[in-house]
């Protein structure tokens, strides 16, 4: 790790961090050495390829007399005026995925013409900036992506005139709608200002109908709290659950509300279950790594279960970066002959991050320098930071549909339980982050065999327990086929399971939630190895939540149900603290 640039060692080398810090605070931590080396990269290799050019031309004469046909059909048709007139059909057919024309307004004169010349631009840039012989695959999706976020600025939704809906709106309303937009706007702003949660967030509190599960809890360190959940059968299966989030998120994703809280699910199906509540890092927290995660996040978590537990296994599971974290463990354990887990369960949690979906246009060596440099000054990652980089992701959803109901429909969309877990934020500190960041995204230590964990490196082929492992279908943080990878690090059983839904929905997954699905398969370990695209082949899909099944994997492999164990263990060291969700979920 380039070490220097988080802790500068003299004169000059503080000069460099300060000069970087300035930058990125000036470009909302863009490197813009990387944005200017990927046009370049872009720019030269274009115009070193007339066969390509050539191509893009043919493309844009081709979509140009589409369009003309079009055009030309749909004037017909709305001249002939007659009954039951089929209109022309559309030049572009978007993917069912695409739902941002699917009104039928957009297929009305002139807004069919517009929305469909902005497809076609679409797809004119994209063929522009893919495949284009001897360019950078990075370099191509960052001038790709750059390409798509600019041509979002003018699609035809974002402006009254062009958009039939707001137009049909405000028509109909006689222009309330635009008043009431802009007093969101203004009310909106006005939060900002001050640092007020943002509209809707105050339905919402953790304690009171948000982390609501009872329980207690029994370890407190400078990095963590554990809690152990209150049981509510008479008997509860003798191995525990050990839960392991991801510390860029509160763990409380996994606690929302009552009906789709998985740890209250866990604790009704006869579990005893304990959950890592990291804390909100802030200047104090900047050195910590991710062997302090390990240590005294992991680490110290199982010893406590161990106590209130004793001579049982345990069912770890983890969560996003909290799996991750669970893997290095689980490796470091089966290396050291240390048996005390009975399986690991990996949600949306990548192991090899050689393709780690979108959130690689923001992570190469210039970017994660900006950032160690902003960190260095601050101590952790901001929350802006993070919302920002996952808002661009999905900029149609998060950005300009949020901006279209709210202020041009004048419409605003009540806030539920996910969206208040998601607007509280976390940081992360500065020495974690950058480890993280190089360690695991530029170097891919953990896939590799380099990833040291105690001095000597780890091998996720040494794991030998069975493991359940979850994708989810439009994950933009962990996409599934790389969270898939695992398969090829170890030969251990792996029930691997795939769900419609992203990063977070596709978790918070509760029975009886409508139009859910999965997939799922085991690998036993005398299997072959099945590619992704075979797996999607051959693996059953089947209705509803994943939950359930689950739950029937873990009963599997624990024992008959017996008595619950005691809330802590207060002889050795473990005495309850303090009600659940605790004090660390609380900080802002």
Same mark, same amino acid.
């Given at each position: 790790?380039?070490?220097?640039?988080?802790?500068?060692?003299?004169?000059? +080398?503080?000069?460099?961090?300060?000069?970087?810090?300035?930058?990125?605070?000036?470009?909302?931590?863009?490197?813009?050495?990387?944005?200017?080396?990927?046009?370049?990269?872009?720019?030269?290799?274009?115009?070193?390829?007339?066969?390509?050019?050539?191509?893009?031309?043919?493309?844009?004469?081709?979509?140009?007399?589409?369009?003309?046909?079009?055009?030309?059909?749909?004037?017909?048709?709305?001249?002939?005026?007659?009954?039951?007139?089929?209109?022309?059909?559309?030049?572009?057919?978007?993917?069912?995925?695409?739902?941002?024309?699917?009104?039928?307004?957009?297929?009305?004169?002139?807004?069919?013409?517009?929305?469909?010349?902005?497809?076609?631009?679409?797809?004119?840039?994209?063929?522009?900036?893919?495949?284009?012989?001897?360019?950078?695959?990075?370099?191509?999706?960052?001038?790709?992506?750059?390409?798509?976020?600019?041509?979002?600025?003018?699609?035809?939704?974002?402006?009254?005139?062009?958009?039939?809906?707001?137009?049909?709106?405000?028509?109909?309303?006689?222009?309330?709608?635009?008043?009431?937009?802009?007093?969101?706007?203004?009310?909106?702003?006005?939060?900002?200002?001050?640092?007020?949660?943002?509209?809707?967030?105050?339905?919402?509190?953790?304690?009171?109908? @948000?982390?609501?599960?009872?329980?207690?809890?029994?370890?407190?360190?400078?990095?963590?709290?554990?809690?152990?959940?209150?049981?509510?059968?008479?008997?509860?299966?003798?191995?525990?659950? @050990?839960?392991?989030?991801?510390?860029?998120?509160?763990?409380?994703?996994?606690?929302?509300?009552?009906?789709?809280?998985?740890?209250?699910?866990?604790?009704?199906?006869?579990?005893?279950?304990?959950?890592?509540?990291?804390?909100?890092?802030?200047?104090?927290?900047?050195?910590?790594?991710?062997?302090?995660?390990?240590?005294?996040?992991?680490?110290?978590?199982?010893?406590?279960?161990?106590?209130?537990?004793?001579?049982?296994?345990?069912?770890?599971?983890?969560?996003?970066?909290?799996?991750?974290?669970?893997?290095?463990?689980?490796?470091?354990?089966?290396?050291?002959?240390?048996?005390?887990?009975?399986?690991?369960?990996?949600?949306?949690?990548?192991?090899?991050?050689?393709?780690?979906?979108?959130?690689?246009?923001?992570?190469?060596?210039?970017?994660?320098?900006?950032?160690?440099?902003?960190?260095?000054?601050?101590?952790?990652?901001?929350?802006?930071?993070?919302?920002?980089?996952?808002?661009?992701?999905?900029?149609?959803?998060?950005?300009?549909?949020?901006?279209?109901?709210?202020?041009?429909?004048?419409?605003?969309?009540?806030?539920?339980?996910?969206?208040?877990?998601?607007?509280?934020?976390?940081?992360?500190?500065?020495?974690?982050?950058?480890?993280?960041?190089?360690?695991?995204?530029?170097?891919?230590?953990?896939?590799?065999?380099?990833?040291?964990?105690?001095?000597?490196?780890?091998?996720?082929?040494?794991?030998?327990?069975?493991?359940?492992?979850?994708?989810?279908?439009?994950?933009?943080?962990?996409?599934?086929?790389?969270?898939?990878?695992?398969?090829?690090?170890?030969?251990?059983?792996?029930?691997?399971?795939?769900?419609?839904?992203?990063?977070?929905?596709?978790?918070?997954?509760?029975?009886?939630?409508?139009?859910?699905?999965?997939?799922?398969?085991?690998?036993?370990?005398?299997?072959?190895?099945?590619?992704?695209? +075979?797996?999607?082949?051959?693996?059953?899909?089947?209705?509803?939540?994943?939950?359930?099944?689950?739950?029937?994997?873990?009963?599997?492999?624990?024992?008959?149900?017996?008595?619950?164990?005691?809330?802590?263990?207060?002889?050795?060291?473990?005495?309850?603290?303090?009600?659940?969700?605790?004090?660390?979920?609380?900080?802002?």
């Amino acid at each position: 790790m380039n070490i220097h640039s988080l802790f500068p060692a003299n004169a000059t +080398e503080q000069m460099d961090q300060r000069l970087h810090a300035t930058v990125a605070r000036a470009t909302s931590s863009v490197s813009p050495t990387l944005v200017l080396l990927s046009y370049i990269d872009w720019a030269t290799h274009l115009a070193a390829a007339p066969g390509k050019r050539l191509d893009l031309l043919q493309l844009a004469i081709g979509q140009s007399l589409l369009l003309s046909q079009y055009l030309e059909g749909s004037a017909m048709a709305r001249l002939a005026h007659m009954p039951g007139q089929e209109p022309a059909p559309n030049p572009v057919k978007p993917p069912e995925s695409d739902w941002r024309f699917n009104a039928p307004e957009w297929q009305a004169w002139p807004y069919n013409l517009l929305h469909q010349s902005y497809l076609l631009s679409e797809q004119w840039w994209n063929a522009a900036t893919s495949d284009i012989y001897g360019v950078s695959p990075h370099h191509a999706k960052v001038v790709g992506f750059a390409a798509q976020e600019l041509l979002k600025l003018f699609s035809p939704r974002n402006f009254l005139a062009t958009n039939p809906q707001a137009l049909h709106r405000t028509v109909k309303e006689g222009g309330a709608n635009l008043l009431r937009g802009g007093l969101y706007a203004l009310d909106d702003m006005m939060r900002q200002a001050r640092g007020a949660p943002k509209f809707g967030a105050e339905n919402f509190a953790v304690g009171r109908n @948000l982390a609501v599960t009872p329980g207690q809890v029994i370890l407190k360190n400078d990095l963590m709290e554990l809690i152990q959940y209150t049981p509510t059968t008479a008997q509860v299966h003798p191995e525990p659950v @050990l839960i392991i989030p991801a510390w860029i998120m509160k763990y409380y994703i996994l606690d929302l509300s009552p009906h789709n809280s998985l740890i209250k699910y866990l604790v009704g199906k006869g579990h005893t279950v304990f959950c890592i509540s990291w804390k909100n890092p802030g200047v104090a927290e900047r050195d910590l790594g991710m062997d302090d995660y390990l240590s005294r996040g992991f680490h110290a978590a199982l010893a406590a279960v161990n106590a209130v537990v004793p001579e049982r296994k345990v069912h770890a599971l983890g969560y996003c970066l909290g799996g991750t974290l669970l893997s290095i463990a689980a490796a470091a354990m089966a290396r050291d002959d240390d048996d005390r887990l009975a399986s690991i369960s990996m949600l949306a949690a990548q192991t090899d991050f050689s393709e780690p979906g979108d959130l690689s246009l923001f992570i190469d060596h210039s970017q994660v320098a900006l950032l160690e440099a902003q960190m260095s000054d601050t101590g952790y990652l901001t929350t802006e930071q993070m919302a920002g980089a996952f808002q661009l992701l999905r900029s149609d959803y998060l950005l300009w549909s949020h901006l279209i109901e709210t202020y041009m429909m004048g419409e605003r969309q009540p806030m539920s339980d996910l969206m208040a877990w998601n607007a509280d934020a976390t940081r992360m500190p500065a020495r974690m982050h950058s480890q993280y960041l190089r360690r695991l995204f530029l170097d891919n230590d953990l896939a590799d065999g380099r990833y040291p964990v105690g001095g000597k490196p780890v091998a996720l082929t040494d794991i030998r327990l069975p493991i359940f492992c979850l994708g989810t279908v439009t994950d933009h943080v962990a996409p599934w086929r790389s969270v898939y990878k695992i398969h090829l690090l170890t030969a251990a059983e792996i029930t691997f399971v795939l769900t419609n839904g992203g990063h977070n929905a596709g978790v918070v997954n509760e029975p009886g939630h409508r139009h859910r699905k999965f997939q799922s398969l085991t690998r036993r370990a005398c299997d072959s190895y099945l590619g992704p695209d +075979e797996w999607l082949e051959m693996a059953p899909e089947q209705a509803g939540s994943w939950w359930p099944s689950w739950i029937a994997w873990l009963k599997a492999r624990s024992s008959a149900p017996a008595a619950p164990p005691p809330m802590g263990a207060p002889k050795q060291g473990y005495a309850a603290i303090g009600p659940a969700p605790g004090r660390y979920v609380l900080e802002k």
